[in-house]
C-alpha cells in the first residue's frame, strides 16, 4: 500500500502566497513521477503542474506564478504558488506514478485533496 498525504492548504487573499506539501509514504520501490490537479466546484479535475525525471510541465493559466520542486530523499513533491488569483481556488489532489514493492509494478495514486481558498 501507498499513501500520498497533502498539506498546506487554506485561505489566502488575492496577490498572496501558499506552499503545499505531498508525502508519500508505504511500498516504494521508485516515484516515477509526481504532480498536482486541482478542482474548482462544478468543473472538471485539472493538471496544474508534474514533475517527472527532473523536468516539469505546468499548464499555462499557472506559468510564471507557480513552481513545483521534489525532495527524492523526502519523497515528497512541492508546489509555491504566488500571485494567488480568485480563479486558483478549488480542491488541490496530489498525484503519483509509484512502482511498488516486491515486484516493481506501477500504479497511479491520488491523495485526499487540500482546499486552497483565494478571496478578491
Known amino acids: 500500500q501507498v499513501q500520498l498525504v497533502e498539506s498546506g492548504g487554506g485561505l489566502v487573499q488575492a496577490g498572496g502566497s501558499l506552499r503545499l506539501s505531498c508525502v508519500a509514504s508505504?511500498?516504494?520501490?521508485?516515484?516515477?513521477?509526481m504532480g498536482w490537479y486541482r478542482q474548482a466546484p462544478g468543473k472538471q479535475r485539472e493538471l496544474v503542474a508534474v514533475?517527472?525525471?527532473?523536468?516539469?510541465y505546468y499548464a499555462d493559466s499557472v506559468k510564471g506564478r507557480f513552481t513545483i520542486s521534489r525532495d527524492n530523499e523526502k519523497n515528497t513533491v512541492y508546489l509555491q504558488m504566488n500571485s494567488l488569483k480568485p480563479e486558483d481556488t478549488g480542491v488541490y489532489y496530489c498525484?503519483?506514478?509509484?512502482?511498488?514493492?516486491?515486484?516493481?509494478?506501477?500504479?497511479?495514486?491520488w491523495g485526499q485533496g487540500t482546499q486552497v481558498t483565494v478571496s478578491s
Open positions: 498525484n503519483s506514478k509509484i512502482a511498488t514493492r516486491p515486484f516493481g509494478l506501477e500504479y497511479t495514486y
Open positions: 514533475i517527472s525525471g527532473g523536468r516539469t
Open positions: 508505504g511500498m516504494i520501490l521508485d516515484i516515477n513521477s
